[in-house]
């Protein structure tokens, strides 16, 4: 089955830029979403179709996508973007969507 | 604004099924978009089970494709899940969203707040 993979976890202090990537192997033809996900909650998107930032998420939320990987990157991290983030895209026969086993952000 | 609200059992014994139902609020579902669902077991990732249309139309997780069914219900705008013969590796929170799919690129912008379900004796 097709598998997204991330890092277990990254760490940041305050105002650093915080780098999560998500590889998998039809990310070049597949779009890229990003969610984060706060401690008891529902996840909510972050980031849509590789880089696009949905209204009322902060300027912040950038991603970008190279190849295999794509990035979600948060500029200027606060202490409020602690949370676990997913990658979400899907399979090569586009009707299977599959989400990476995400990251833990840690704001030191 | 669309809301979305899980309800059912909390607490299924093994090899029994797992049934919810999705609730939708501020949308009509007989006017598009597909429906999903998604589980997360407790201090795990999350995991795509599957999505339904209006019109029936389903997609699968193929890793539990033989286990789950769908249904629709448009005049109670609400959509349903069962999971078959569950163990205890069904134990998770389970979400019900609204898939946003455009060019054939889909991904789930609104969630309900989960209901956790329990598989045991």
């Known amino acids: 089955s097709y598998e997204l993979t991330q890092p277990p976890s990254v760490s940041v202090s305050p105002g650093q830029t915080a780098r999560i990537t998500c590889s998998g192997d039809a990310l070049p033809n597949r779009n890229a979403y990003w969610y984060r996900q706060k401690s008891g909650q529902a996840p909510v998107v972050v980031i849509y179709k590789d880089s696009e930032r949905p209204s009322g998420i902060p300027e912040r939320f950038s991603g970008s996508s190279s190849g295999t990987t794509v990035t979600l990157t948060i500029s200027g991290v606060q202490a409020e973007d602690e949370a676990d983030y997913y990658c979400q895209s899907a399979d090569s026969s586009g009707t299977c969507w599959v989400f990476g086993g995400g990251t833990k952000l840690t704001v030191l | 604004q669309v809301q979305l609200q899980e309800s059912g059992p909390g607490l299924v014994k093994p090899s029994e099924t797992l049934s919810l139902t999705c609730g939708v609020s501020g949308y009509s579902i007989g006017s598009g978009y597909y429906w999903g669902w998604i589980r997360q077991p407790p201090g795990r990732g999350l995991e795509y089970i599957g999505s339904i249309y209006y019109s029936g139309t389903t997609f699968n997780n193929p890793s539990l494709k033989s286990r789950v069914t769908m249904s629709v219900d448009t005049s109670k705008n609400q959509f349903s899940l069962k999971v078959g013969s569950v163990t205890a590796a069904d134990t998770a929170v389970y979400y019900c969203?609204?898939?946003?799919?455009?060019?054939?690129?889909?991904?789930?912008?609104?969630w309900g707040q989960g209901t956790l379900v329990t598989v045991s004796s």
């Open positions: 969203a609204r898939q946003n799919c455009t060019g054939g690129s889909c991904y789930f912008d609104q």
